[in-house]
């Protein structure tokens, strides 16, 4: 008898009745004696025919040479898809021959599936099978789509906490997940947190493959992966912090050998196309779209590969050349790229999915003053040339994450013009687990005074459940009371309306944790500061 989905689910993350492995001793042919799919299973990049599925084998996830125990050894790499969780059909099959220069890993990319279908994989070498993954095709490009469930998350610093917000994502059933990077951090291992990262400070291709093996071994995440697509880019940390094309934010010898081997442990470790692929210089294509039939095309940006450096010392800045016109964000080629597809784009929502903060956010705490280097705001021009070609979208929704806080943002058509008028929103996600528990608060935040474009702040963790149908958006903004605590439950901390054709935030729900909670930690005194502090700009 078919599981029913939920069921299924539980199975995936916990294994339980899916998993089958055998450990005699005379299975002399398995060629592990322990099991090498501790690093789950995952999909992503749906399209109406198909999608990616993905592994790595990893027996000891944590060994210095990042090989996960596999060594050198190359190993056959069975998989099916079925349209049964019970695989007693089965719709497609192949093998896959791993070897260290891939790291071990398995990116399989299915076609000429059905539409809008549910689907099931699993992998198996020699005796050991893997756990099971859902995964979903998206729906024909000319289907008159009624809804869409995104969830949207990023910045997972292991050492901050645990992955409870991945679990409770996945929970809401979206029909994919967006992450916007921060899937891992760099830095070295620290003893002050819940968790510690093993290792230094990520610098070879070793220590970049140990750290996603460190993070994947987490069972929220694993069981948030094997439930649904992930459409996933990287933001700063999965290379280094601040990075800009060729510049890291301190100096480093070979910066440049850094970012190929940090990319290619990024490709390794994500179940994307082979487009996304190191090419020979080491750069890698990570701009894409997801379509959802005529409700929604999904625009996800390369916000750190291309473009110009920060101005000034990369934190808070007034120096002018934030307005130079000749600076770039998304470089020309991906700049031309997302001004055709915009133009030409018949969706009902176009979703810009990106990294860092796309509103104009003036910030004065003492003597600090201006705007941060390292968002939009440090490329003036290039924010505006990416709004005209917004101008041709019917519903412009940007994505970003990037500061560890919730924030609800309208978009204006430039920000230099006062009374400009509102021409999309930004909803700007809080992190999984980065920055810790934060607090709770009224949602309102010290910058507002001279930023009446902000219209939400909160600095839970969390993710953000975004609900398209033709006629509105409704994105619930999530919220857990913890991350230091493995576990906690979430809710919806505040909802946001945004109805077709008019671009604007109507809040309709606002839900603060009970007093007595232990969400309702004090917020700091000085909230100005702790934010810019937060944030890394103090
Ligand atoms: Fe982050
Ligand atoms: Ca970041």
Same mark, same amino acid.
């Given at each position: 008898?078919?599981?029913?989905?939920?069921?299924?689910?539980?199975?995936?993350?916990?294994? +339980? &009745?899916?998993? *089958?492995?055998?450990? %005699?001793?005379? =299975? /002399?042919? @398995?060629?592990?004696? #322990?099991?090498?799919?501790?690093?789950?299973?995952?999909?992503?990049?749906?399209?109406?025919?198909?999608?990616?599925?993905?592994?790595?084998?990893?027996?000891?996830?944590?060994?210095?040479?990042?090989?996960?125990?596999?060594?050198?050894?190359?190993?056959?790499?069975?998989?099916?898809?079925?349209?049964?969780?019970?695989?007693?059909?089965?719709?497609?099959?192949?093998?896959?021959?791993?070897?260290?220069?891939?790291?071990?890993?398995?990116?399989?990319?299915?076609?000429?599936?059905?539409?809008?279908?549910?689907?099931?994989?699993?992998?198996?070498?020699?005796?050991?099978?893997?756990? +099971? &993954?859902?995964? *979903?095709?998206?729906? %024909?490009?000319? =289907? /008159?789509? @009624?809804?869409?469930? #995104?969830?949207?998350?990023?910045?997972?610093?292991?050492?901050?906490?645990?992955?409870?917000?991945?679990?409770?994502?996945?929970?809401?059933?979206?029909?994919?997940?967006?992450?916007?990077?921060?899937?891992?951090?760099?830095?070295?291992?620290?003893?002050?947190?819940?968790?510690?990262?093993?290792?230094?400070?990520?610098?070879?291709?070793?220590?970049?493959?140990?750290?996603?093996?460190?993070?994947?071994?987490?069972?929220?995440?694993?069981?948030?992966?094997?439930?649904?697509?992930?459409?996933?880019?990287?933001?700063?940390?999965?290379?280094?912090?601040?990075?800009?094309?060729?510049?890291?934010?301190?100096?480093?010898?070979?910066?440049?050998?850094?970012?190929?081997?940090?990319?290619?442990?990024?490709?390794?470790?994500?179940?994307?196309?082979?487009?996304?692929?190191?090419?020979?210089?080491?750069?890698?294509?990570?701009?894409?779209?997801?379509?959802?039939?005529?409700?929604?095309?999904?625009?996800?940006?390369?916000?750190?590969?291309?473009?110009?450096?920060?101005?000034?010392?990369?934190?808070?800045?007034?120096?002018?050349?934030?307005?130079?016109?000749?600076?770039?964000?998304?470089?020309?080629?991906?700049?031309?790229?997302?001004?055709?597809?915009?133009?030409?784009?018949?969706?009902?929502?176009?979703?810009?999915?990106?990294?860092?903060?796309?509103?104009?956010?003036?910030?004065?705490?003492?003597?600090?003053?201006?705007?941060?280097?390292?968002?939009?705001?440090?490329?003036?021009?290039?924010?505006?040339?990416?709004?005209?070609?917004?101008?041709?979208?019917?519903?412009?929704?940007?994505?970003?994450?990037?500061?560890?806080?919730?924030?609800?943002?309208?978009?204006?058509?430039?920000?230099?013009?006062?009374?400009?008028?509102?021409?999309?929103?930004?909803?700007?996600?809080?992190?999984?687990?980065?920055?810790?528990?934060?607090?709770?608060?009224?949602?309102?935040?010290?910058?507002?005074?001279?930023?009446?474009?902000?219209?939400?702040?909160?600095?839970?963790?969390?993710?953000?459940?975004?609900?398209?149908?033709?006629?509105?958006?409704?994105?619930?903004?999530?919220?857990?009371?913890?991350?230091?605590?493995?576990?906690?439950?979430?809710?919806?901390?505040?909802?946001?309306?945004?109805?077709?054709?008019?671009?604007?935030?109507?809040?309709?729900?606002?839900?603060?944790?009970?007093?007595?909670?232990?969400?309702?930690?004090?917020?700091?005194?000085?909230?100005?500061?702790?934010?810019?502090?937060?944030?890394?700009?103090?």
């Amino acid at each position: 008898m078919p599981l029913t989905r939920r069921a299924a689910l539980a199975a995936a993350a916990g294994g +339980v &009745g899916l998993v *089958v492995a055998d450990q %005699r001793p005379s =299975a /002399a042919t @398995t060629p592990f004696y #322990v099991n090498p799919f501790t690093l789950g299973v995952a999909s992503g990049e749906p399209t109406p025919d198909g999608f990616v599925i993905w592994t790595r084998l990893a027996p000891r996830p944590l060994t210095s040479d990042g090989t996960g125990g596999v060594g050198t050894r190359r190993f056959t790499v069975d998989w099916q898809v079925s349209r049964r969780s019970d695989f007693a059909t089965i719709e497609r099959k192949g093998s896959v021959r791993t070897s260290k220069s891939g790291g071990h890993a398995v990116h399989v990319t299915l076609t000429g599936l059905e539409p809008g279908r549910e689907y099931w994989y699993r992998f198996r070498v020699g005796k050991w099978l893997s756990s +099971v &993954g859902r995964a *979903v095709t998206a729906p %024909r490009l000319d =289907a /008159a789509v @009624t809804a869409l469930t #995104v969830a949207q998350l990023s910045c997972a610093n292991w050492q901050n906490g645990w992955f409870t917000v991945y679990r409770r994502a996945a929970e809401q059933q979206p029909d994919f997940l967006v992450h916007l990077g921060d899937f891992i951090y760099e830095s070295a291992g620290q003893d002050t947190g819940p968790r510690a990262h093993v290792g230094a400070e990520c610098v070879t291709l070793a220590d970049y493959r140990r750290r996603y093996a460190q993070y994947r071994t987490d069972p929220d995440l694993q069981f948030a992966q094997a439930s649904a697509p992930f459409v996933a880019v990287y933001d700063d940390h999965e290379v280094d912090n601040d990075w800009a094309a060729n510049s890291p934010s301190t100096p480093f010898a070979d910066f440049a050998s850094r970012r190929r081997k940090a990319l290619r442990a990024w490709y390794e470790n994500h179940p994307v196309r082979t487009f996304s692929r190191p090419a020979a210089d080491g750069s890698v294509r990570a701009y894409r779209r997801v379509f959802w039939g005529k409700l929604l095309t999904a625009h996800v940006l390369d916000t750190r590969q291309y473009r110009s450096d920060q101005v000034g010392n990369g934190a808070i800045t007034e120096d002018p050349a934030r307005l130079d016109p000749t600076r770039t964000m998304l470089g020309a080629t991906q700049e031309g790229w997302l001004q055709q597809n915009l133009q030409g784009s018949t969706a009902r929502w176009d979703l810009i999915a990106q990294q860092v903060m796309l509103t104009q956010r003036r910030v004065e705490v003492g003597g600090t003053r201006g705007w941060s280097a390292d968002a939009w705001d440090g490329y003036v021009p290039a924010r505006q040339r990416l709004l005209a070609a917004t101008a041709a979208a019917r519903n412009a929704v940007f994505l970003s994450g990037d500061s560890h806080a919730a924030w609800a943002n309208l978009i204006q058509a430039d920000f230099e013009i006062p009374d400009s008028p509102t021409v999309g929103v930004e909803l700007s996600n809080t992190s999984v687990a980065s920055g810790g528990d934060g607090f709770d608060g009224d949602g309102t935040h010290p910058f507002m005074a001279a930023n009446p474009n902000l219209r939400f702040y909160n600095s839970l963790r969390g993710f953000h459940l975004l609900r398209f149908t033709p006629g509105e958006l409704v994105a619930d903004y999530r919220c857990v009371a913890t991350v230091t605590t493995p576990g906690d439950t979430d809710w919806t901390r505040a909802r946001f309306v945004v109805a077709d054709g008019q671009p604007g935030l109507d809040q309709t729900l606002d839900q603060p944790s009970a007093p007595t909670s232990p969400t309702q930690r004090r917020a700091p005194r000085d909230l100005a500061t702790a934010t810019l502090k937060a944030e890394g700009l103090l």
